[in-house]
């Protein structure tokens, strides 16, 4: 069965306001939670990384008063898309690396946001 | 910089049939090389990975080789089905905790009965 739920699945919003997106993990304290956006027909592309108590590392060129991640225990990390604009349309992706198990990221079903 | 190339899809081929998608690699060091499938409606899942040069990692029928000298990492499978429609994505990661992945573009197979 799944290991990683995140809601919503689907959202659409209007331009100008705020989506929260919620990456949990199930069953097992997560090490390492990462955030990615995959564009149509694109590969995955990592936004930023975040660890349990700590601040999230973002990758270059991803805006971090944009995307907020918030990791607020070893199995929640949410991503708030804040004054969402029709270009951050796009599917989001978490995945979670689980203690003892460092090879493996274990991947969300993804969110796919439209902003319209 | 870190970057995987694999070959563009769709893919289609009818059940039985062989299946090669090709993923090539630029990396600085000795990255650890995964490929993840990905079926509809569904999140990433790890397939097979290989962790260092000329191991061979395999899963559900599904091989790759680690090939250094041709920076490779192929996926094949001698008889595919139409449950094995999907995407396929090739990653590399240098980190040794497997945290950092790069990404190939993935591959859309589609396998008709």
């Known amino acids: 069965g799944a290991v990683v739920s995140q809601h919503p699945s689907r959202v659409i919003c209007k331009s100008g306001t705020s989506v929260k997106i919620e990456c949990r993990s199930l069953?097992?304290?997560?090490?390492?939670m990462f955030w990615y956006r995959q564009f149509p027909k694109k590969s995955l592309m990592l936004m930023a990384t975040s660890n349990e108590g700590s601040k999230a590392t973002y990758e270059q060129g991803v805006e971090k008063d944009k995307f907020l991640i918030n990791h607020a225990s070893l199995t929640l990390s949410t991503l708030t898309v804040t004054s969402a604009h029709p270009e951050d349309s796009s599917f989001y992706i978490c995945?979670?690396?689980?203690?003892?198990?460092?090879?493996?990221?274990?991947f969300g079903p993804g969110t796919r946001l439209t902003v319209t | 910089g870190n970057s995987v190339t694999q070959m563009e899809g769709p893919v289609t081929l009818s059940e039985e049939a062989f299946l090669t998608i090709n993923c090539t690699y630029t990396?600085?060091?000795?990255?650890?090389l995964f490929w993840y499938v990905q079926y509809p409606g569904e999140g990433l899942q790890l397939l097979l990975k290989?962790?260092?040069?000329?191991d061979k990692g395999s899963n559900k029928g599904f091989e790759a080789t680690y090939r250094k000298e041709t920076t490779s990492f192929h996926l094949e499978k001698g008889s595919v089905q139409v449950s094995d429609s999907a995407v396929y994505f090739c990653a590399l990661s240098e980190d040794n905790a497997g945290n950092m992945l790069t990404f190939g573009g993935g591959t859309r197979l589609m396998v008709k009965p």
């Open positions: 995945s979670v690396t689980r203690r003892g198990r460092g090879y493996e990221q274990y």
């Open positions: 069953d097992f304290q997560a090490t390492t």
């Open positions: 290989a962790t260092k040069a000329d």
């Open positions: 990396a600085t060091g000795y990255p650890s």
